[in-house]
T-cell receptor
Framework: GQNIDQPTEMTATEGAIVQINCTYQTSGFNGLFWYQQHAGEAPTFLSYNVLDGLEEKGRFSSFLSRSKGYSYLLLKELQMKDSASYLCAVRDPGGGSYIPTFGRGTSLIVHP | KAGVTQTPRYLIKTRGQQVTLSCSPISGHRSVSWYQQTPGQGLQFLFEYFSETQRNKGNFPGRFSGRQFSNSRSEMNVSTLELGDSALYLC????????????FGSGTQLSVL
C-alpha cells in the first residue's frame, strides 16, 4: 500500500521562506513530484526528485531523502501569488504503473 | 502545443443518472489518467489508459469506467450517480514512456443533486 502525509494547511508572510514537508511509505519508489494547484485551476508541475538531495529551480527547491521517506518543498521570497495548494506525489512502480499517487495537499496561505 | 482539454467544464446531474466526461490529451501523448478530487480526500486515482488499454486501476466501484480511442482521446463514465460522486474530475496526459510528468486539464466539476 501507499501512505503519503503532508500538513493540511500552512500560513506564511510575504517575503518569507516556507518549507512544506511530505513523508511517504510505499512498497517501491521511482520518483517524487511536487505540483502546485491554485483554487479552481489544474495542478501544474513544480519539481521531480528521484535521487537524494536538493533540486533548485528559481525561488522553489525540493529535497529528497529516500532512506527516510521524506521530502520537502522550499519556497523563498514568498509572493501573494504563491497562495495555493501544494501536492506531493510518489511514483511506485510496484503495481506495474508509473502513475504517481498524490497526498491530500497542503494549502498555503501567504499574508501581506 | 495545445494543452489537455476537458469537457464539459461544469455538470449538474441528479442521483441515479449517468454521466460521460471527455478528455483530449496533448498531441503525441498516449497515456491518459483520471483522478477524482474532493476537499476531504484530495486527488484519488481512478484509472489510466495507454494505447486504448486500461493499464492501471484505482479502488473505485465498477460504476466508474472509462475508455480510450485510437486518437488517445479518453472518456470516463459514471453510472447510477450518488451524492458522494460530486467532485472535480481531472484528467492528465503524459507520454506513457516513463517520463511521467503529468499535464492536467482544468477538470469537470460534477455536482450530483
Amino acid at each position: 500500500g501507499q501512505n503519503i502525509d503532508q500538513p493540511t494547511e500552512m500560513t506564511a508572510t510575504e517575503g518569507a521562506i516556507v518549507q512544506i514537508n511530505c513523508t511517504y511509505q510505499t512498497s517501491g519508489f521511482n520518483g517524487l513530484f511536487w505540483y502546485q494547484q491554485h483554487a479552481g485551476e489544474a495542478p501544474t508541475f513544480l519539481s521531480y526528485n528521484v535521487l537524494d538531495g536538493l533540486e533548485e529551480k528559481g525561488r522553489f527547491s525540493s529535497f529528497l531523502s529516500r532512506s527516510k521517506g521524506y521530502s520537502y518543498l522550499l519556497l523563498k521570497e514568498l509572493q501573494m501569488k504563491d497562495s495555493a495548494s501544494y501536492l506531493c506525489a510518489v511514483r511506485d512502480p510496484g503495481g506495474g504503473s508509473y502513475i504517481p499517487t498524490f497526498g491530500r495537499g497542503t494549502s498555503l496561505i501567504v499574508h501581506p | 502545443k495545445a494543452g489537455v482539454t476537458q469537457t464539459p467544464r461544469y455538470l449538474i446531474k441528479t442521483r441515479g443518472q449517468q454521466v460521460t466526461l471527455s478528455c483530449s490529451p496533448i498531441s503525441g501523448h498516449r497515456s491518459v489518467s483520471w483522478y477524482q478530487q474532493t476537499p476531504g480526500q484530495g486527488l484519488q486515482f481512478l484509472f489510466e489508459y495507454f494505447s486504448e488499454t486500461q493499464r492501471n486501476k484505482g479502488n473505485f466501484p465498477g460504476r466508474f469506467s472509462g475508455r480510450q480511442f485510437s486518437n488517445s482521446r479518453s472518456e470516463m463514465n459514471v453510472s447510477t450517480l450518488e451524492l458522494g460522486d460530486s467532485a472535480l474530475y481531472l484528467c492528465a496526459s503524459s507520454s506513457g514512456q516513463g517520463d511521467e510528468k503529468l499535464f492536467f486539464g482544468s477538470g469537470t466539476q460534477l455536482s450530483v443533486l
